[in-house]
């Protein structure tokens, strides 16, 4: 039969035996636990689809196909990328971008201010109907059609107006042309468009562009230059033009109480005096060589081209 101090000395060593099953489950289930979470297949990063929306937004990828054409993919956010797309969205090419450019073609050598002695142009040569030989440099009429249109580049305020070209095509052909014309867009810088009897002489119509070059030449020419004062001219306002010079204008000049004034050229191939300042007056020209000629006693009579004795030397 137990004392009272076995019967406590029991029930202490049941409660021990309790505690340690007790520790020992929770230590199996931790362990347990762990091994199911390192078992293959389990990804210990997965996180609750909530967590991570998907964009549903799409992008367009541009590319370059086979034949060098763009061609535009679209693929959505978290899908697979389509074999062969780009798989960036800037708008800025990148240093192995492959994507066809517009091409560019350079200049011609010609631009403007480059009517001097001694340069030698590229461009084309084109055919245009001449008519009478009248044109934008409104000299009027012209004695014979060995003639051309310049580029609105090289044309330059109508200082071109007058010059004598010598056209060389690639043949080995050349012409001497008098411009009288100005050839507007699309003529391209370097670009000269000849009468059709000019054009005839150095290649046949149908060929319609032509590589040159030229150059400014100073001919051997007869006759002296002429002034005319354009219509509405008077003291108050005038208009003057030199033709038949054999070098290219670079100003013009008129005598004022004041002096020397150079007149503004116009397209139309006129210096203008707007006040009326050295109308009627000497007139100073000056050819692109440097040289000066100095005309006197040139009444203002509108319209009429009234000659000089004066006439700028070959070079």
């Known amino acids: 039969m137990n004392t009272p101090r076995q019967a406590a000395r029991q029930r202490r060593h049941r409660r021990t035996f309790m505690l340690g099953a007790t520790s020992a489950v929770i230590a199996v289930g931790v362990l347990a636990y762990l091994v199911m979470a390192l078992l293959p297949g ?33 693929s959505q956010t978290g899908s697979p990328t389509p074999t062969g797309a780009a798989t960036t969205t800037s708008a800025r090419p990148s240093p192995t971008d492959t994507t066809p450019r517009p091409q560019r073609h350079p200049a011609t050598t010609s631009q403007a201010g480059r009517l001097e002695p001694n340069t030698s142009h590229q461009g084309v040569a084109t055919a245009y109907e001449a008519g009478n030989g009248d044109g934008a440099c409104l000299f009027g009429p012209s004695p014979d059609l060995m003639i051309a249109a310049m580029n609105t580049t090289d044309y330059e305020t109508s200082k071109a107006c007058g010059a004598y070209v010598l056209v060389r095509a690639a043949g080995g052909k050349s012409i001497t042309v008098r411009i009288t014309n100005e050839c507007p867009l699309p003529c391209a810088p370097g670009q000269l468009d000849l009468s059709q009897q000019a054009f005839a002489k150095l290649a046949d119509l149908k060929v319609g562009r032509l590589p040159i070059t030229w150059s400014v030449v100073s001919p051997s020419i007869s006759g002296t230059i002429s002034i005319r004062y354009k219509t509405g001219s008077s003291r ?25 004034r150079q007149l503004p050229r116009t397209s139309y191939n006129y210096f203008v005096s707007a006040d009326g300042s050295g109308c009627g007056s000497a007139i100073r020209l000056t050819d692109i060589y440097g040289e000066q000629l100095t005309v006197n006693g040139i009444p203002v009579r509108p319209n009429v081209v009234q000659p000089t004795q004066v006439q700028f030397a070959r070079h």
Do not use: S
């Open 42 to 74: 389990r990804n210990a990063d997965a996180e609750p689809a909530a967590a991570t929306p998907l964009a549903t937004t799409q992008v367009k990828a541009t590319t370059a196909d086979e034949t060098g054409t763009p061609t535009t993919t679209a």
């Open 236 to 260: 108050y306002w005038c208009g003057i033009q030199a033709i038949d010079h054999r070098n290219p204008l670079d100003r013009l000049e008129v005598r004022t109480t004041g002096g020397w």
